[in-house]
């Protein structure tokens, strides 16, 4: 047998983000948080019990980017949205959070409207905004979804 006759030939499908469709609903979101354990199976059993939404706490908590990784990983292989709060350290602090596959963050210590407008800039791709572009990170399926259907996405399903 072939390699090419093993491989998937359906298409790769982006799904809604959780949180977001309860709030377009207008219904509750349940958030927890596994803090200080950066532990994947706690994150998995928390969307196994029906949490919309981890909390990852990378400002307060020692944890690396591998660790936010995996537990985003664990976090949308149960169907629950991983949303991290990031060390704001400048531009590129957003980039790689979304990358690990965040679907929301939270930006702390935002004291005006000029630094939130700064912090969505570097939230969203061009021409809306100046997001570094990867293109094979876990959101975006590691390539398998087309770019611009990724960079669609991202606009209405990230928050």
Not at 42 to 71: K, P, R, T, V
């Amino acid at each position: 047998m072939r390699m090419t006759d093993l491989m998937r030939t359906e298409r790769i499908a982006l799904r809604p983000n959780r949180v977001m469709e309860r709030i377009r609903a207008g219904k509750y979101v349940l958030c927890g948080s596994n803090m200080p354990y950066p532990s994947p199976k706690i994150a998995e059993m928390m969307g196994l019990i029906g949490f919309d939404c981890i909390w990852i706490d990378m400002e307060h908590q020692d944890y690396s980017y591998d660790q936010a990784f995996n537990l985003c990983l664990a976090s949308r292989a149960s169907g629950m949205e991983p949303m991290i709060r990031v060390r704001k350290e400048g531009d590129h602090s957003f980039f790689r959070i979304f990358e690990t596959g965040a679907t929301g963050i939270v930006v702390p210590h935002v004291r005006t409207v000029e630094e939130a407008k700064w912090a969505l800039k570097f939230c969203r791709f061009a021409p809306v905004g100046l997001r570094g572009m990867d293109g094979a990170e876990a959101a975006a399926r590691y390539s398998l979804v087309p770019m611009q259907e990724y960079m669609d996405w991202t606009l209405r399903e990230t928050f």
